[in-house]
């Protein structure tokens, strides 16, 4: 499984890489937005939409919302809506103390997975917007996305070699106290180095961004728990299958839809 992984990771992130790196803000929105699509394909199965019909319902009314976005988005309502994902997630850690909540599947508990599923994406892109938008956005939005990549990385060895002590056995009993410790460890030395090469040298602001990475890494594990707390409920192991070893598009941006909303409202407070 480790090997697969690394092969698709491969494969994936010279893509990624181009992706952030070469086109500008509008083009860069559009793939995201695409992409985004396609995650909420897989929510709608988490959430329990089981036909073709519902699943494409959801699909149309998200692409929609989507191009609505790309057409009117201005600094002020990307800043809204980033502010607007954080609020979700922080709220979110009280859904997560509560495993049976919304477990039943019916139509009501299926509208607010739908619902939560908008503010678990909405806000990603537009956080996506904003940060790769900004001075320098394009390295930014990579030194986001390289904080969440450490910290799994860090989450997976560490947990692996030192983990113990399970940290939410009913949603995930893979993951570990240890894990998240090593996530937090390799989080904050990207953000440090990262904040040091893109040229935060005042004491202060490389301290808040290297705070800001930790608090980064803690919201990624939110994000991660609270997918597989809804593949529980829809009784499915991973959200897909287009990536082998890694499973679907939500198992790979769980912990990047919590996280970019967060690094992005950040970034924002600290002036950077």
Same mark, same amino acid.
Request: glycine share 12%; aromatic share 10%.
């Given at each position: 499984?480790?090997?697969?992984?690394?092969?698709?990771?491969?494969?994936?992130?010279?893509?990624?890489?181009?992706?952030?790196?070469?086109?500008?803000?509008?083009?860069?929105?559009?793939?995201?937005?695409?992409?985004?699509?396609?995650?909420?394909?897989?929510?709608?199965?988490?959430?329990?939409?089981?036909?073709?019909?519902?699943?494409?319902?959801?699909?149309?009314?998200?692409?929609?919302?989507?191009?609505?976005?790309?057409?009117?988005?201005?600094?002020?309502?990307?800043?809204?809506?980033?502010?607007?994902?954080?609020?979700?997630?922080?709220?979110?850690?009280?859904?997560?103390?509560?495993?049976?909540?919304?477990?039943?599947?019916?139509?009501?508990?299926?509208?607010?997975?739908?619902?939560?599923?908008?503010?678990?994406?909405?806000?990603?892109?537009?956080?996506?917007?904003?940060?790769? +938008?900004?001075?320098? %956005? @394009?390295?930014?939005? =990579?030194?986001? &996305?390289?904080? !969440?990549? #450490? *910290?799994?990385?860090?989450?997976?060895?560490?947990?692996?070699?030192?983990?113990?002590?399970?940290?939410?056995?009913?949603?995930?009993?893979?993951?570990?106290?240890?894990?998240?410790?090593?996530?937090?460890?390799?989080?904050?030395?990207?953000?440090?180095?990262?904040?040091?090469?893109?040229?935060?040298?005042?004491?202060?602001?490389?301290?808040?961004?290297?705070?800001?990475?930790?608090?980064?890494?803690?919201?990624?594990?939110?994000?991660?728990?609270?997918?597989?707390?809804?593949?529980?409920?829809?009784?499915?192991?991973?959200?897909? +299958?287009?990536?082998? %070893? @890694?499973?679907?598009? =939500?198992?790979? &941006?769980?912990? !990047?839809? #919590? *996280?970019?909303?967060?690094?992005?409202?950040?970034?924002?407070?600290?002036?950077?």
């Amino acid at each position: 499984m480790l090997k697969q992984r690394i092969t698709t990771a491969a494969i994936l992130i010279p893509l990624v890489l181009a992706l952030i790196l070469l086109p500008p803000t509008v083009y860069f929105a559009a793939v995201v937005a695409l992409v985004f699509v396609g995650a909420a394909w897989e929510w709608s199965l988490l959430a329990g939409c089981r036909t073709p019909a519902g699943r494409g319902t959801v699909v149309a009314a998200a692409a929609a919302i989507f191009i609505a976005l790309l057409l009117v988005w201005t600094p002020g309502l990307l800043a809204v809506l980033t502010l607007a994902g954080v609020a979700w997630w922080i709220g979110c850690c009280f859904w997560l103390r509560h495993f049976t909540f919304a477990a039943a599947p019916n139509a009501e508990n299926r509208m607010l997975k739908l619902g939560a599923g908008a503010l678990v994406i909405v806000p990603t892109l537009a956080s996506a917007i904003l940060l790769h +938008s900004g001075p320098k %956005g @394009h390295w930014w939005t =990579l030194l986001a &996305l390289v904080i !969440v990549w #450490a *910290a799994d990385t860090g989450a997976y060895f560490s947990g692996r070699h030192f983990g113990r002590r399970k940290l939410a056995p009913r949603i995930s009993p893979g993951k570990t106290w240890a894990g998240v410790y090593g996530a937090i460890l390799a989080g904050s030395l990207v953000a440090l180095l990262g904040g040091y090469l893109l040229g935060v040298r005042g004491g202060g602001q490389l301290v808040g961004l290297v705070l800001l990475g930790v608090v980064t890494v803690g919201i990624a594990v939110v994000g991660d728990l609270f997918e597989s707390l809804m593949k529980r409920h829809a009784a499915v192991k991973d959200s897909g +299958s287009l990536f082998p %070893g @890694h499973g679907g598009l =939500l198992d790979r &941006l769980d912990s !990047v839809f #919590a *996280a970019l909303p967060v690094f992005a409202a950040g970034k924002l407070l600290l002036g950077l």
